[in-house]
Structures are given as C-alpha cells and as structure tokens.
C-alpha cells in the first residue's frame, strides 16, 4: 500500500496540535512555508498572528480558552528552551493560593532572551524534576514547592500548597524536605515550617 508523502499543511496540523493550535514562523520554515506563504496565510486569514513570529491556526480558536494557553506562548517564544516553574507552576499544578503577577520561568545557561512579562530564573532541572504539558514544560509540584521556598514566596502561599500537596496524597512529607534541602537553607527552612502547620 503506498503512502503519500505528507505535505507542509499535514505537518503544520500535526505540529500545531500538540500545541493547542500554536506555532512559531521558524516552525512553519522547518515544515516549509517560505516567509511569503506564511505572509499569505496571515492575510487570508488562515492563521492568525498572535505576536511577532507567533501564529495560531484559525481553525483552533473555536476550543474553549484554555487558562494555560499563553504559556504555550511563552514556552514558544523560549524555542522550546524554559520550564514554567516556581509560583506559576503552583498555579498549573493548582496548588494552593499562589496568584504571581508575572510568568516565572527556569532557563539553562546561556539563554538570554529577556521580557517584562516574565520572572527568569537559572538552574539545571534534573528530568525528574519536570512535567510535560499540552504545548509546554513544567517543574513537578514537590521541585515547584522547593524552589518557590528557595525564592523566599510568602509563607501563606508556601503552607497553602503543601496542605493541598499533602491532602491529595501527591508527595510525602520526606519527599518535600528533600526537594528543599538539595535547593539550600532557606528552602529547608519554609518547607519545614510548612509541614509542622500540617496534623501528622
């Protein structure tokens, strides 16, 4: 049986899929729409530009507004480089009552992209550390917790989510200490006072 080779719209759709409909121009070159085609589309309105080299498939904008969307946008815009992390993590893993007014994300070395929007934050994340998301990365609920008590996030915040951690069953109070304490003292410190407001 012969297969017919798949064409760029075939692996534009299968692309964009996995990220709720979204992709970047480098994206649409590399399944190969020349910048021309991509500028035919945007005027067609077959694709709608969501910000400079960013596009969405028209066809997706009839799905339900997904409240993680625009980090699909900020992992793209990162080239596949950032895992959302500290207090917005929190707020994927919908733990506790963290509500942080910007993007936090984990970069590796040598990224240099900046944006008033976001909260940069550097660390080599072991790949037990990070989740797969649709269209983006995210730290696990235990790293999320450890590293938002290295940053110094309110206590409030802190107990609030390793209440809701603990009462899901989702991580042991051992596995939170130990998350903590690989990311220094001040981790240790919140994460420790965290779980003593818990009954045993």
Request: glycine letters at 8%; one cysteine or more; hydrophobic letters at 40%.
């Amino acid at each position: 049986m012969l297969i017919e080779p798949r064409g760029p719209r075939d692996k534009l759709w299968e692309l964009a899929v996995s990220q709720r409909g979204y992709f970047t121009a480098a994206q649409a070159v590399q399944v190969g729409y020349s910048h021309q085609a991509q500028h035919f589309h945007v005027q067609r309105g077959n694709w709608l530009r969501i910000d400079r080299g960013l596009y969405r498939l028209r066809e997706f904008t009839i799905l339900p507004a997904n409240e993680h969307d625009h980090l699909i946008r900020w992992w793209l815009w990162s080239k596949g480089r950032a895992v959302v992390s500290h207090a917005t993590a929190l707020v994927v893993h919908d733990l506790g009552i963290a509500n942080p007014e910007k993007v936090h994300l984990t970069v590796g070395p040598g990224f240099r992209q900046r944006d008033d929007a976001l909260v940069i934050h550097r660390a080599a994340l072991e790949p037990g550390e990070v989740e797969d998301r649709e269209g983006f990365r995210v730290t696990t609920p235990v790293r999320a917790i450890a590293e938002c008590a290295a940053e110094g996030i309110g206590q409030d915040v802190l107990d609030s989510a390793v209440a809701e951690i603990l009462a899901r069953g989702e991580a042991t109070r051992g596995q939170l200490l130990r998350a903590a304490q690989r990311l220094g003292a001040q981790a240790e410190m919140g994460v420790e006072r965290a779980i003593r407001e818990e009954p045993a």
